[in-house]
């Protein structure tokens, strides 16, 4: 047997798919783990519609009291959590006179965010993303969504918080 | 045994491929648009905004089944006689 006839010969036996059938295989399989990866999706998005529908997020109830007026300076802002809850807040005491309360967690990834006294900017450190500290909404950076706010109002000297009144009023 | 399918493959092998092109080409399709609708359901769905979750959803499923059976179409690929 010559050398040219063994390859042949053994070549064939020992890889018996030909080469066109072998890329058909792999590319049919490409497109079955592509319809696998649809149903992934398909079965995420139906996740988090489930999710929001089923548990929906905790609304802030009642009101609750921050802290005295003259705790919080000009510029400065003080952090506060709402008893039975976990997520963390900032009031903020504005240049301009205004008390406004926000989540403390930037909406890009949940990092601490913090005011810039004398810019009216709220800052997030991690990937520099900037709210407007008078609406929360986002000035810069990646952050997809404003922050959360709650509305701030005073009863004598005392600073009291509670959920948005205008989403209260939309959802009745 | 020849039959019609078999000598027309063989005659025409840049056939199958074209179709099994065009099969992954939408179905990458779909799934750039299954990920698209994830995307802003998610961004949505923690914006409290739930009007648009369950039109998401239902296009997600819509490009999901089209997907599935688009597989129907998948080519098995020529099956030569070897001897």
Redesign the interface.
Known sequence: MSKEDNLNKNWKKDFPIEKQQATNVSRRDFAKFLTLVSGGLMVGSGLVTAKAYLYPKEEVLGEHFVCNKDEVPLGGTRAFVIEGSTIPYILIHLETGEFKAYEQKCTHLSCSVFYKPGTGVIHCPCHEGSFDAKTGNVLAGPPPRALPKLDVFFKDDAVYVRAVQEEKIAKL | MSNFRRSQNQSN?NK?NAI?ST??FI??L??TM??W??YV???N????N?EI??P??VA??I??II??S??YY?????R?I?K
């Not at chain 2, 769905?45 to 409290?48: K, M, R, S, T």
């Open positions: 092998p199958l099994l099969l992954i179905l990458i779909n799934v299954q990920i609708l994830l359901a998610l961004n769905a923690l914006d409290n739930k979750l369950i998401a959803f997600s499923l490009l999901f997907g599935i688009l597989l998948l080519p098995t690929g020529n030569n070897r």
